[in-house]
């Protein structure tokens, strides 16, 4: 069938679900019941059938701004209208270069070269893949292998999803990348349950490290690349000096330390990047999601100095890192990011974050007890709620929760498994928190 006799039999049929393959999604069980979102403003969501629905995932851990923000909005609209794409290998426009500057500003230590990309995915394969030249740029090639961190989420590109420590992520796709090793995860029910904020139980497992660099001899291991806080895994934040002692690890035996940023980047945990909160200097961060609010994509990794500087040796007309992307740095993501940047600051939303952490930590709380709750952790404007499985099937009571949520009690939450994440806008004001809490205890009821 051609193309143009394809399109009149889509057009008589608009409401047919079938043709788009859902990412991550049970693509048959939604097309049976639709979540359908028309519209956005600030805290809201509107579905299809008008309802409004409670955004207590700021979309996917993206619109940390809020909905359909003006500023926003109208910045990518003028930038639509003056210059819609540049090429961004050998040409630029000025926004790539101040946009740059900005999140370089925003990070810790001498962070201070920007790599744009447009994904979570494709930041985490430009870090991977700059710490592994960045080796053989310094004479040491023997460097190739990266270590990852049990129930880590890195995205779903092959790099990712090698480093990644979440089995259905990995187990279809093959034997992944060669040489990658994992940490352990640093969940212990035992000892963190309910705990607010950074467990007491845990740092002495970053000394794992450790024990992988003599099993493998540190000339051989380029870079470790965990999350400040695993989020997609179910929210678990790093146990108290956790990452400090990774970053010790690291420093003994010339190991680049990456932080994947992609959730906990812009806010999230109360400061513009986790890496300030735990004083931490990593020596890459990768971010997405946060940098525009979600509005257009974007992503990239924010490398240190001497990590850039490495690659500026050679004839100059040489192209220093064979790496990129079409869309790196587009122009409708630079004019995103760069008002997205303004509201943070004007609205200082980080530290709004941070001010609201214990308010929210407490309201998530008020949910033990609740049947089936079997721990609640909190860090930042994030919350991770295990449920108990149904006897029946893993991840089947989460599931009817996050559809119970959306259709009977006006609240998107984000499900992984039989745990419930939320990490609504960090506008979110007080009241929205109590309302996100109670609507949610009524949905851990419903589905008891
Ligand atoms: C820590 C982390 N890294 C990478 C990614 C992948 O981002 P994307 O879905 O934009 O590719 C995610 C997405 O949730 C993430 O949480």
């Known amino acids: 069938m051609s193309l143009s006799e394809a399109r009149p039999s889509t057009a008589t049929r608009p409401n047919d679900l079938e043709a788009y393959w859902m990412p991550f999604t049970a693509n048959r069980a939604f097309k049976k019941a639709p979540r359908l979102i028309t519209r956005a403003k600030d805290m809201y969501y509107y579905a299809a059938d008008g309802h409004a629905v409670l955004d207590a995932a700021a979309g996917l851990w993206c619109c940390n701004a809020g909905h359909n923000r003006d500023p926003i909005v109208a910045a990518i609209k003028r930038q639509a209208e003056e210059l819609d794409y540049a090429p961004a290998f050998q040409f630029a426009h000025p926004n790539a270069f101040e946009l740059a500057s900005r999140v370089a500003a925003l990070a810790p230590g001498d962070l201070d070269h920007v790599f744009f990309c447009n994904s979570g995915s494709e930041a985490v394969d430009t870090a991977l893949k700059i710490a592994l030249a960045y080796h053989h740029a310094r004479g040491e090639g023997a460097r190739t292998r990266l270590i990852g961190r049990e129930r880590g989420y890195h995205g779903v590109g092959f790099g990712g999803i090698s480093v990644g420590g979440i089995a259905n992520n990995r187990k279809f796709f093959g034997s992944l990348l060669a040489g990658v090793d994992h940490l352990p995860h640093t969940y212990n029910r035992d000892t963190q349950a309910f705990t607010k904020g950074e467990p007491e139980w845990g740092a002495h497992l970053a000394d794992d490290l450790e024990r992988i660099a003599v099993l493998h001899d540190p000339s051989t291991i380029a870079a470790v690349i965990v999350e400040p806080m695993a989020g997609s895994t179910g929210v678990l934040p790093p146990p108290k000096g956790y990452l400090q002692r990774l970053r010790a690890v690291c420093d003994k035996y010339g190991i680049l330390l990456i932080l994947d940023e992609v959730i906990t980047g812009f806010g999230r945990l109360g400061f513009a990047f986790a890496a300030e909160r735990y004083g931490v200097v990593p020596d890459i961060i990768t971010f997405a999601k946060g940098i525009t609010s ?27 890192l064979f790496h990129g992307y079409t869309y790196s740095a587009h122009p ?10 303004d509201l943070y600051r004007e609205e200082r939303l980080f530290e709004r974050a941070g001010a609201l952490e214990p308010k929210f930590a407490d309201a998530a709380m008020t949910l033990r007890g609740l049947p089936g709750v079997l721990d609640i952790r909190t860090v930042g404007l994030v919350a991770g709620i295990d449920l108990a499985s149904k006897p029946d099937g893993f991840g089947k009571r989460a599931y009817a929760a996050m559809e119970k949520a959306f259709h009977e009690h006006g609240i998107m939450i984000r499900v992984t498994g039989d745990t419930v994440a939320l990490s609504p806008p960090l506008i979110v004001s007080e009241n929205e928190i109590g309302e996100i809490f109670g609507r949610v205890g009524r949905v851990i009821e419903a589905v008891r």
């Open 332 to 341: 409708l993501a630079c004019a995103a990011g760069l008002a997205t940047l």
């Open 294 to 320: 979600g509005t257009v994509p974007m992503g990239g990794a924010i490398v240190r100095a001497p990590v850039y500087d490495a690659f500026m040796r050679g004839p100059e007309h040489v192209i220093e």
